[in-house]
């Protein structure tokens, strides 16, 4: 699955199409990976599991979005697929982060949550002009912003201080 990944990541710029037969056959493929994957996780227990399901979704859910983009290429079903990694990069992080706890914690969901943001932000910007550039890396800063305030967290009088006025310096927040 991941080499059928790899290489539709490498081909999708190349705008191929491809039959009904041969999108159907690779619908049904992707469909067994995913319950080939599903399997595989049923001998796991705990968070482990859930990181298993978590990658064989996402998996299942970015094959399946670039797919329909060798499919039906368009501007828009490369978007769609940019959302699908996001998204299941994200879900996966999320997972990874349940096995800590405290600020460390907090600090890794933010740091998946910035990670989302950028990405999806990325996605827009391809897909749209100049403006939606500038607004992709206000959110990519207000993020970053997010992550950085998360880690001022774990201090505590002048240094919670100062690590929050050289973040705010930093991404150039008032």
């Not at 995913?34 to 049923?42: I, M, N, V, Y």
């Not at 959302?83 to 990069?89: Q, S, T, V």
């Amino acid at each position: 699955m991941a080499a059928a990944i790899g290489f539709a990541a490498g081909t999708g710029a190349m705008a191929q199409t491809m039959s009904k037969s041969e999108y159907q056959t690779s619908r049904d493929g992707i469909a067994a990976e995913f319950t080939s994957a599903k399997a595989d996780c049923q001998s796991l227990s705990g968070n482990a599991k859930d990181i298993c399901n978590a990658k064989a979704g996402g998996r299942d859910k970015v094959a399946k979005a670039d797919l329909e983009a060798r499919y039906k290429p368009s501007e828009s079903a490369r978007y769609e697929l940019r959302l699908a990694r996001a998204d299941a990069d994200y879900r996966v992080a999320m997972e990874i982060c349940d096995d800590s706890a405290g600020n460390v914690k907090d600090v890794c969901v933010k740091e998946a949550k910035a990670a989302e943001v950028a990405a999806k932000a990325d996605a827009r910007t391809k897909l749209k002009s100049a403006d939606a550039r500038n607004d992709a890396d206000s959110a990519k800063r207000d993020a970053d912003f997010a992550v950085a305030k998360e880690r001022c967290d774990r201090f505590a009088g002048d240094a919670k201080s100062n690590c929050m006025n050289d973040a705010k310096l930093r991404f150039g927040k008032s």
